[in-house]
Every structure is written in C-alpha cells, then in structure tokens.
C-alpha cells in the first residue's frame, strides 16, 4: 500500500499544462498568471507630493518659521506652469507633480493653510521630505508579477496601475464530478427509506471553485456497472479531471474500479496508507492522446473531502501553472493527546487556538469519516503517525484561517 507522499508523486508525475488565455483584468480574480508581466511605466511617474501642502525649497525654511509668496495653486492631475525660487511656494494636492526648483514638501498641517498671497510655514522642512520619488515603487523593465501567481486583488491593482486591460492567464480546469450508490439522493428530491441527500456533489463544487476550477457535476449514478460506465464515458469526453465519489472499496456494489477498467483507464493505485481516505482510485485515460485523470473518491464525506485537499487538488493547481500546490502548515502544539496508528498517516480534524505566542491544536470531536459537522469546524488537518502526547509539536495542514481573525484591529 502507498503512502500518501508516494501517492501524491504518482498523481503529480506527468501533469499537462492547461493551455493560457486572454481575459479582461476584471475577469481574471483568483486566476493563474500565465506569463511574466513586466513594469511598461515607472511608478510613480514622476516626482510627486505624498501630501496635500506646498512645494518649497528646503532651504528656504532654514530658520523655522518664515513666510513665502504663492506664485501657484497645483491639484492632482495638474502640472505646474512655474518654478519655485528663493521665498516662494507653490500649493500642492497630494499626487501632484513636483515643481521645478522645488525639493521638500511641507504638510499644510504645519502652514497657515493660505492659497494667496503668502503662506506662513512654521516649521523646518528636509530635503526630500514628503516627496515620492519618479520609479520609487516600480522601475520600467521590473518583473511586476511572475507567470503562476495567483491573481489577488493587490495583484490585480498592480496590473491596472500599469495600464494591463487585459492579461493572459492559465484555463480553469473543467472537473466532471459523478457521485455513486443506490442510497443518495440529490438535494431537493424526498428520500426513500434508506437514502439520504448527497453531500458530496456539493463539496466538491465548492472544493474545485477553491482551486481555481470549473464544476460540471453529472449528478448520480446508480450501483450498477453499465450505468457508472455510462456516466463515466460522459465525463471523459467533456472534462479535464474526472472525480468520483462513492463505490471504490471492495464491497459487492462497489463497481467504480471495474468501470475504470471498461471506460480504458489503466488503474495506478487504489489504496493510501492514510486515514481518512484510504480507498482512493486513481488512473489517466488516454483517448486520442488526450490525457485525463480520474480520481475514485471515498463515499464518506470526510473521507471524500481529505482525497481531494490532498491529491485532486494539487493536480489542478499544477496543471494551471502554480508554483505553490499544498495547503498551508503550521506547528502546533497538541492540547491533548491525540491517538493514531504507528505506520498509518493519520490526519485528525483540529481546531487551532492561540497559544502564547505560538498555536495549539484540538481534535473538533469525532474523526469518523461519515461526521462531516466536524470537518465544517475544523480549521485544519493534524498530521499524526502514532500517538501525540499532550504539548508535542504537530504539523497541521491550514483549511481555513479563521482562527487568525481577531476580535479587535490591534491598533490603539
């Protein structure tokens, strides 16, 4: 039986790249950059007031307190017609460019706010003081963000101040998702004794929209062969990634692994040497040279949800160009003991408090892989392999940073 890092390496070992599109930069939040964008202008453009004030010549405040003629009023947007010489001042909004012979700005918080005749400035001002400098934020020629970042907000302000209306970034990946089994039933329909909603489709929509991806879920399929079969050749013919859920144990109803086989994709592994998510299926279809994976996911929800953090995730990231593909870690320490089996790889749904000025870790309850609640509460996976005693350091994989919200803004 593999290990999960032994799993994880077969999953990652020949990964396509999704081809890049064009998109409009107010399309491409939360996208793959696709390629290097470099700096086209300097930022800022040219010398410029970081205050709303008056352009002087520093020397010309030596003393402390003195008054100088306004010769002009400036805005932001506004280029100054004069220069400043000896005893004079030009009015100046924040943003505004530097004027000729100007080289200190003085806050109007330290004038007497005048906008004629002459300002009283009472106050000392240095060269350079409050003056942002032409290419102090960015120079032309800069690598402004590197082709498989992940396009945030900040991100994606830095492109616009650069003029980028449109950007090339990687495709979504499109992620078929089939659940399977005569029990589940989709939301919305009355349940039949014995059946109970799925969970599952919704998860992994909502997994798969996390990473970056398109969900096409193909709803159920029942616990016969030619109907997974039948499901199976849909997905293949219309997705990048083929996600299962439901039917890859070893059980009489269990036909996932035998419709691999009849749909011709060649089965990898089946089995990881973890908990939860044992039973995963994995294998790549190749129709016409047209690669895809399928990955067989536990019917348990939690079970279904850890396979995909850990293994369909990482391929989606990869394929759309990522240079970073794991979920977040911390060090922890455990706030009680926490049991595992000695050669298992253990990963124990946590809630993650302060600590000092570290982090401790709890177990949110129940580790079965049926108790979903849990991992809704979880803020992390506790990676285990043993026992950890109470106040030993533990590695926990991040699923959720809320227990980094504060309730104040830290501030005075």
């Known amino acids: 039986m593999l290990s999960p890092r032994q799993a994880l390496a077969r999953v990652l070992a020949d990964v396509p790249r999704l081809p890049t599109v064009s998109v409009d930069l107010a399309d491409a939040w939360g996208r793959t950059l696709g390629e290097d964008l470099v700096a086209k202008i300097d930022v800022p453009r040219w010398d410029n007031s970081a205050m709303d004030g008056y352009a002087v010549r520093a020397a010309d405040t030596a003393e402390?307190?003195?008054a100088l003629r306004i010769v002009e009023v400036i805005g932001a947007g506004a280029v100054a017609t004069r220069a400043v010489e000896k005893g004079t001042a030009i009015a100046i909004m924040t943003g505004a460019p530097i004027p000729e012979g100007a080289d200190a700005v003085v806050m109007v918080e330290d004038t007497d706010r005048a906008?004629?005749?002459?300002?009283?400035?009472?106050r000392q001002a240095k060269v350079g003081q409050h003056v942002r400098s032409r290419g102090e934020d960015v120079r032309v020629g800069d690598l402004?963000?590197?082709?498989?970042?992940?396009?945030?907000?900040?991100?994606?302000?830095?492109?616009?101040?650069?003029?980028f209306e449109r950007v090339v970034v990687s495709r979504r990946p499109v992620v078929a998702i089939l659940s399977t089994g005569d029990e589940v039933v989709q939301p919305g329909r009355p349940l039949e004794p014995g059946q109970l909603w799925s969970s599952n489709g919704a998860t992994l929509r909502g997994l798969v929209i996390e990473a970056g991806g398109v969900p096409i879920d193909v709803?159920?399929?029942?616990?016969?062969l030619d109907a997974i079969v039948e499901k199976l050749n849909d997905c293949l013919a219309r997705a990048d990634v083929v996600v299962t859920t439901g039917g890859v144990s070893v059980g009489e109803f269990d036909h996932v692994k035998a419709a691999f086989e009849q749909v011709g994709v060649p089965m990898d592994f089946w089995k990881v040497r973890m908990k939860p998510g044992k039973p995963l299926a994995f294998g790549v279809s190749d129709r016409e040279g047209s690669r895809v994976p399928v990955f067989g996911l536990p019917g348990n929800p939690v079970s279904c949800m850890v396979n995909f953090v850990e293994f369909v995730r990482p391929w989606l990231l990869t394929a759309m160009?990522?240079?970073?593909?794991?979920?977040?870690?911390?060090?922890?320490?455990?706030?009680?003991?926490?049991?595992?089996?000695?050669g298992r790889t253990d990963l124990v749904r946590v809630v993650i408090e302060r600590d000092g000025g570290g982090f401790a870790c709890r177990p949110t309850g129940s580790q079965s892989s049926g108790v979903l609640t849990s991992m809704a509460r979880a803020h992390g996976l506790a990676i285990v392999d043993g026992t950890a005693q109470k106040g030993s350091p533990l590695t926990v994989q991040?699923?959720?940073t809320g227990f980094l919200d504060g309730d104040s803004p830290g501030f005075s």
């Not at 240079?323 to 926490?338: F, M, Q």
Request: hydrophobic share 45%; with cysteine.
């Open 144 to 163: 402004l963000l590197a082709a498989g970042t992940r396009l945030g907000a900040a991100a994606l302000g830095v492109a616009a101040s650069q003029g």
């Open 321 to 342: 160009g990522a240079k970073r593909i794991h979920l977040p870690t911390l060090t922890c320490r455990a706030g009680e003991v926490i049991h595992g089996v000695e």
């Open 219 to 224: 709803g159920n399929a029942p616990d016969r």
């Open 64 to 66: 402390g307190e003195v």
């Open 115 to 122: 906008m004629t005749g002459a300002v009283k400035v009472r």
């Open 398 to 400: 991040v699923l959720d």
